[in-house]
């Protein structure tokens, strides 16, 4: 889809700032497998709709993920402590897998 158009090279309508030059895109991977053609914001490497515009991404600290504290250190410690009891006791018991 490139065109060179009286010495302005254009990607789908979009100038580039010299001739030969191509635009930076934002080259995130689309839906379809793709990478995007947008270009990406001032000051960034992606496009509005894939984390250039400001204040996208999670906030710091984010405790949206912190719902039943499943992942939290103390009880993925605690199921790692209680699977292995419980290994080691069928073990003890002769069954070599559980």
């Known amino acids: 889809m490139c065109s060179e158009d009286h010495g302005v090279v254009t990607i789908e309508g979009r100038a580039s700032e010299s001739p030969g030059e191509t635009p930076a895109l934002c080259g995130a991977r689309t839906r379809n497998g793709l ?8 000051g960034k490497r992606r496009c509005r709709m894939h984390g250039g515009a400001a204040g996208s ?8 993920a912190l719902k039943t ?6 009880y993925i410690d605690l199921r790692r402590q209680s699977k292995r009891a419980m290994r080691e006791a069928l073990m003890s018991l002769g069954r070599k897998r559980w």
């Open 69 to 74: 504290g499943f992942y939290k250190r103390q």
């Open 57 to 64: 991404g999670a906030p710091k600290g984010n405790q949206n």
């Open 35 to 42: 990478p995007c053609r947008n270009p990406p914001v001032n």
